[in-house]
């Protein structure tokens, strides 16, 4: 019975030092991240027309 009541308190500090070392972020870094997610799929985009054009010109 002992041992297990060991186990249990072990586990819930473990459960507790690795929630409580998690990085949240705060909401201007999850804007920053949001705004380089929409850039980076902007270029991406505009990369995609860019090799399509090309791709038409030489075609032609």
């Known amino acids: 019975m002992r041992k297990s009541l060991v186990m249990f308190m072990l ?15 705060t909401a201007g870094e999850k804007i920053e991240d949001g705004i380089e997610e ?19 010109v030489d075609d032609n």
Do not use: N, Q, Y
């Open 11 to 25: 586990t819930l500090a473990t459960i507790f030092i690795v929630v409580a070392c998690r990085e949240d972020k």
């Open 38 to 56: 929409v850039g980076e799929g902007i270029e991406e985009g505009a990369e995609e027309v860019g090799d399509e054009v090309e791709d038409a």
